[in-house]
């Protein structure tokens, strides 16, 4: 146990509501946390010094297991229609059987901070009943110096619970899994589950609620930097490459997953990298890679071979693995997790019909239209229950993590665009020359290629056609890029049936966006696809 859990462990944790732990184990680092976790029997070490743990049923999000506390404060400002709700009776209730559970047990505790933007940031405990647990999180969010952790006073509490077990009737729930929110007390309770990504997204959702009152745009992005400062943010899904894409070693990385917008430019929420490892190859993604060799990386799911050498090509577990690192595990990341205001937005998507193009130029209207809109396709594994890519709109390439209505976060974010002049773009990291199963995935040396020439600035110098079914622009030819591929008609061998899939999919992004023609103006309503032909 660390000085700052030695001077007053039950302090803290009477504090917390869980003065009936065992031993409290506060702060501890890394060397301690493997050690803990390994005799524990939770987790194993690689040939390489990482350490890896599975996650049990759960191998990604449970979002359907999700719940905020329904009060005063948030039934007004709360998107019900997104969110499940649960009462403030059975929330509470819940919380009492937590801190039942935990009597005589021993508990981790990490006192961590979302937000490098410290008038923005959020100060939060994570007790959890894992030691793997507590080290994913610390790698996850921003770690304190010791001099404020002595003086540490927690806004959010976040108690983690894999053995308990939710009761429907008694708690509220819709299974024996729950992640319940109380945005009013900034309390989360996480029970059912293994899977440590939940943590990490109750911090990013309690964000998402908090901010936008001060006028900050929350983002479910990754972001970096140029040479020169210019900054660029890159919204998507799981899945869809903002992690691989935002580790370029000719920029810095600003963070990964979760970033802030507000009056001085953009900051990380977090202090590391999750990443997906499926398939991961050190020729492809060499810095990703080495951070899987590295002592204090927590592995999820990944598969290891008789040495104990991790084998990424291995899905029988899951294909949604993953490795947890601290940011400065990249050669090339920020010290601050603090940029500018972007110069270029990148909105990315896995086209699972084989209908986009691997990049197109949008008008303001446009990016406020596919921000909306959030079509991607759901990864395999990302969420329990999906086992293969499935199409799918999200609202603000996030609709898991927005307690709010989209309409609050497009237009803070269309505001910062006008005010900015940023530049929009959106890459298709999804599939060419046909539909999932007859395509093939877009090609990331194309995708690098062409993201590089939007950066720099000299793709605004191409010569662009209108695509027919969307209206946006895409270029004609560009450097390092096989020209056929920026026609996605052109890599089908039936045009006809390219045709086809294109109409569809035009359809489903028209019927989705009408519950948001209210909420918008006659612009945005304009940047639908297929108006024009009408018009």
């Known amino acids: 146990m660390d000085e700052i859990g030695k001077r007053n462990p039950a302090r803290g944790l009477d504090m917390s509501g869980l003065g009936r732990a065992g031993r409290a184990f506060f702060n501890l680092g890394p060397a301690e946390l493997v050690e803990e976790a390994i005799r524990r029997g939770e987790a194993r070490l690689t040939a390489h010094g990482a350490l890896v743990a599975e996650t049990g049923q759960h191998t990604g999000r449970s979002p359907k297991d999700k719940f905020i506390v329904r009060d005063e404060k948030t039934t007004p400002s709360v998107w019900w229609d997104n969110n499940k709700a649960i009462s403030l009776e059975h929330f509470d209730r819940l919380h009492d059987d937590f801190k039942m559970h935990i009597a005589g047990k021993d508990l981790f505790v990490q006192d961590l901070v979302g937000g490098a933007d410290e008038a923005h940031s959020i100060k939060v405990r994570v007790i959890?009943?894992?030691?793997?647990?507590?080290?994913?999180?610390?790698?996850?969010?921003?770690?304190?110096?010791?001099?404020?952790?002595?003086?540490?006073?927690?806004?959010?509490?976040?108690?983690?619970?894999?053995?308990?077990?939710?009761?429907?009737?008694?708690?509220?729930?819709?299974?024996?899994?729950?992640?319940?929110?109380?945005?009013?007390?900034?309390?989360?309770?996480?029970?059912?589950?293994?899977?440590?990504?939940?943590?990490?997204?109750?911090?990013?959702?309690?964000?998402?609620?908090?901010?936008?009152?001060?006028?900050?745009?929350?983002?479910?992005?990754?972001?970096?930097?140029?040479?020169?400062?210019?900054?660029?943010?890159?919204?998507?899904?799981?899945?869809?490459?903002?992690?691989?894409?935002?580790?370029?070693?000719?920029?810095?990385?600003?963070?990964?997953?979760?970033?802030?917008?507000?009056?001085?430019?953009?900051?990380?929420?977090?202090?590391?990298?999750?990443?997906?490892?499926?398939?991961?190859?050190?020729?492809?993604?060499?810095?990703?890679f080495a951070t899987t060799r590295r002592f204090g990386t927590v592995l999820e799911n990944v598969v290891l071979d008789e040495a104990r050498v991790p084998d990424f090509d291995d899905g029988s577990l899951t294909e949604n693995t993953r490795c947890a690192y601290p940011l400065d595990f990249i050669p090339n990341a920020s010290p601050t997790g603090i940029a500018g205001h972007p110069r270029t937005i990148i909105m990315l998507t896995a086209d699972a019909f084989g209908v986009m193009p691997p990049i197109a130029r949008l008008t303001p209207e446009q990016a406020m239209y596919h921000f909306l809109s959030g079509y991607t396709a759901k990864v395999a594994g990302t969420e329990k229950g999906v086992t293969e890519p499935e199409a799918t709109f999200s609202t603000c390439f996030g609709a898991p993590f927005m307690p709010r209505h989209p309409s609050e976060y497009g237009n803070l974010l269309r505001?910062?665009?006008?005010?900015?002049?940023?530049?929009?773009?959106?890459?298709?990291?999804?599939?060419?020359?046909?539909?999932?199963?007859?395509?093939?995935?877009?090609?990331?040396?194309?995708?690098?290629?062409?993201?590089?020439?939007?950066?720099?600035?000299?793709?605004?110098?191409?010569?662009?056609?209108?695509?027919?079914?969307?209206g946006f622009e895409v270029p004609v030819a560009a450097p390092g890029v096989d020209q056929s591929i920026l026609d996605p008609r052109a890599t089908w061998a039936d045009k006809d049936a390219y045709d086809r899939q294109a109409g569809r999919l035009v359809g489903m992004f028209v019927d989705n966006f009408a519950k948001f023609e209210s909420h918008v103006d006659e612009a945005i309503l304009g940047a639908a696809p297929g108006l024009r032909e009408a018009a």
């Open 415 to 470: 505001d910062l665009i006008d005010r900015h002049g940023a530049t929009c773009w959106l890459v298709n990291t999804g599939w060419t020359g046909g539909a999932y199963g007859t395509g093939r995935r877009m090609p990331i040396k194309a995708t690098r290629a062409l993201l590089a020439s939007a950066l720099d600035g000299s793709l605004n110098e191409a010569d662009f056609r209108l695509d027919p079914n969307f």
């Open 128 to 288: 959890t009943e894992y030691a793997w647990h507590s080290l994913f999180i610390r790698n996850l969010l921003i770690r304190p110096e010791a001099a404020k952790l002595a003086a540490f006073e927690p806004e959010m509490t976040i108690i983690d619970l894999p053995s308990f077990r939710a009761d429907a009737e008694r708690h509220g729930a819709r299974s024996s899994t729950i992640i319940a929110v109380d945005m009013s007390r900034k309390i989360v309770l996480i029970g059912g589950t293994s899977y440590a990504g939940e943590m990490k997204k109750s911090v990013f959702t309690m964000l998402n609620y908090t901010l936008p009152e001060a006028g900050v745009m929350p983002m479910h992005c990754s972001a970096n930097k140029g040479p020169e400062g210019d900054a660029a943010v890159f919204f998507g899904l799981s899945g869809t490459g903002k992690t691989t894409l935002s580790a370029d070693p000719a920029r810095t990385l600003v963070g990964d997953d979760e970033h802030g917008w507000g009056e001085n430019g953009i900051f990380n929420f977090e202090g590391g990298c999750y990443a997906k490892t499926i398939r991961l190859s050190q020729e492809a993604e060499p810095e990703i």
